[in-house]
């Protein structure tokens, strides 16, 4: 592995590039800890499953006949044929149609053609591998590969209680996932979404033409932060930060909701609802004011469930996603939409141009060059040295580089696989 | 009463000829002015959703958004556009018919199209369809409603700030 790819300020830039190294990451940050497959809802039925991955291996999250949650590997343990070509749907059984073996929906082989050319014992381990470990936290499923990992709740830590506020933003209203998700990929490593995610310091730039736009439309130059003022980041351990703005943040959101197709027929009323009500969750249309990442690959920003999907060493799916209110009414979903359809998806006004920067950057890192990537705005000279992995969490402005100094640090300690490693190593 | 359906495919078809060729030359303005003041715009994430209200869509812009979308391309700060995309696209495969939802004499258009985009040297093709609900203001023939559908649902898209 490369010496000294991160030192508390910067990162080795071949990070981004070493295929190696992204190898290692498979492996290593995302196989041997608990990553992100799903919500509950996606799920909600017997049968009901959604093709998933980890890391790069494809996997399926199955709500079971037993109605558990399984996260089966897409991959038929004769041949390695993936059983499942679609990205959800429902069934009592998974078929491999290359030898037409049948597996149901905890993995198990109900069914081999022409069984008795094979031993007993010769079956007896070939299934779909369910994964060792998948538990939920508020409808939101993680599952490892790892047997030895903690428990989901150690292993979010502080990131729970922000997860909470996400969940809770509706007040005592169930979210769901939409069915559908905006997905783009863009030619460049994991980790460039990964900071971008809490980035307090890029949007009055990269999204320069949408606060433009919402200048024109609201009367108000509401820039998203300033240099110092507004806002909090905290590394909340374990690779988990969040960008906080609930606390400076709601006006500016809030004045959006006026450029939104259907608002004003909203802030008319809504059936079967008392105006205090409505007025609630039209304010929480923009969602809780902060940006969690849980690492290493799901993103909490305003009410959105962001994914994150490494393809390739150069190569990353993005699949986004609104979460609504699980009973309606309609008229709240449909602004919740409308809201997210603003800023986010291939034709959104802002997450295109983020992809645009994450393409430049790879275009820069050509040469190979051994250049570092900066990370050390908001350093102070009185923290201690990193990588003690013992510190309360640590806080810092709006627009420091903490949240991705959070990032780096826990994936150095993963990396370097040291017996201090929260998760361990796989065994 | 003239035939509006019989007497028309050719008006349409030069209305969707110049709509292509006003956005292949990036004349974005001019374009606007094809739209009615009521315009609905969209593009769906699943080519088959039959209400844009409910369905997470890739664009849903009314006449305002629409006019957002074109200042944002035009103000230079769109970075996904800048350098901007050149495209060239095909509309073929014209079917005319009455619209079923609109008023009495509104058409609706469906075509196929074929666009190449090239940006910093590299080229995408997209295809999909089109369906066009037109109108009658006066004289002219303005496009209410622009649906553009994608061949697939739940595949990845590439970012884009031109419009399809």
């Known amino acids: 592995m490369t010496p000294v790819s991160f030192d508390g300020r910067s990162l080795d830039s071949s990070c981004y590039q070493d295929q190696a190294l992204f190898d290692l990451e498979m492996e290593r940050v995302f196989r041997a800890s608990w990553v992100y497959v799903g919500h509950e809802t996606d799920v909600g039925q017997v049968g009901d499953f959604a093709t998933v991955e980890i890391g790069t291996t494809p996997c399926i999250l199955v709500r079971a006949d037993d109605g558990s949650l399984q996260v089966l590997r897409n991959r038929c343990p004769h041949r390695g044929t993936t059983v499942c070509q679609v990205p959800n749907g429902n069934v009592k059984r998974f078929r491999c149609q290359y030898h037409g073996w049948t597996f149901d929906t905890r993995g198990r082989t109900v069914g081999v053609t022409f069984p008795e050319a094979y031993s007993q014992e010769a079956l007896s381990a070939k299934n779909l591998m369910p994964l060792p470990k998948v538990e939920s936290y508020r409808g939101f499923v993680f599952a490892s590969f790892n047997p030895m990992v903690p428990s989901l709740s150690d292993h979010l830590g502080p990131a729970a209680g922000y997860l909470d506020r996400y969940v809770d933003h509706c007040g005592q209203r169930a979210l769901r996932t939409t069915p559908d998700a905006h997905m ?134 993005v699949r986004v996603r609104p979460l609504l209110l699980a009973e309606g009414p309609a008229v709240i979903n449909r602004l919740r939409l409308r809201y997210h359809e603003m800023f986010y998806g291939p034709a959104g006004f802002g997450q295109p141009d983020d992809f645009e920067m994450f393409a430049r950057i790879s275009a820069g890192l050509a040469g190979n060059c051994r250049d570092r990537t900066w990370f050390d705005r908001g350093v102070k000279e009185s923290n201690p040295a990193p990588d003690d992995g013992i510190r309360p969490p640590e806080k810092g402005q709006l627009t420091d580089e903490l949240p991705q100094r959070g990032q780096y640090r826990e994936w150095l300690r993963r990396m370097s696989n040291s017996p201090a490693t929260e998760d361990g190593a796989m065994a | 009463v003239i035939d509006l359906i019989s007497h028309n495919p050719r008006m349409v078809g030069e209305l969707l000829s110049n709509e292509a060729h006003l956005l292949d030359i990036a004349e974005y303005p001019e374009w606007l002015s094809l739209y009615t003041a009521d315009a609905e715009y969209w593009m769906p994430v699943d080519p088959g959703a039959a209400d844009p209200a409910d369905s997470l869509n890739i664009i849903l812009d009314d006449r305002s958004r629409l006019e957002d979308r074109v200042a944002r391309l035009l103000s230079g700060s769109a970075h996904i556009e800048s350098p901007p995309s050149v495209t060239r696209r095909i509309v073929s495969s014209l079917v005319v018919d009455r619209c079923a939802h609109g008023h009495g004499s509104d058409l609706e258009a469906r075509s196929v199209f074929i666009l190449v985009q090239s940006r910093l040297g590299q080229q995408s093709i997209i295809a999909g369809d089109y369906r066009h609900c037109l109108r009658w203001e006066g004289e002219s023939l303005r496009i209410r409603r622009k649906r553009v559908s994608l061949l697939e649902r739940n595949v990845p898209v590439q970012p884009f700030g031109y419009l399809l």
């Open chain 1, 184 to 317: 783009s990929t863009y030619p460049g490593n994991w980790k460039l979404q990964m900071e971008n995610g809490v980035d307090g310091y890029h949007a009055n730039f990269t999204h320069a033409s949408f606060f433009d736009i919402m200048a024109k439309r609201t009367g108000k130059r509401s820039r998203y932060i300033t240099a110092s003022g507004g806002g909090e980041t905290f590394d909340l351990g374990n690779g988990h930060v969040v960008l906080d703005q609930s606390q400076v943040a709601s006006s500016a959101l809030l004045d959006r909701l006026m450029t939104l197709p259907g608002y004003a027929d909203a802030q008319k009323g809504v059936d079967g609802l008392d105006s205090p009500e409505v007025n609630r969750l039209l304010a929480a249309i923009p969602g809780p004011g902060f940006n969690l990442a849980i690492y290493p690959n799901l993103q909490l920003i305003g009410i959105q469930v962001r994914e994150i999907v490494p393809l390739s060493v150069t190569s990353t799916l």
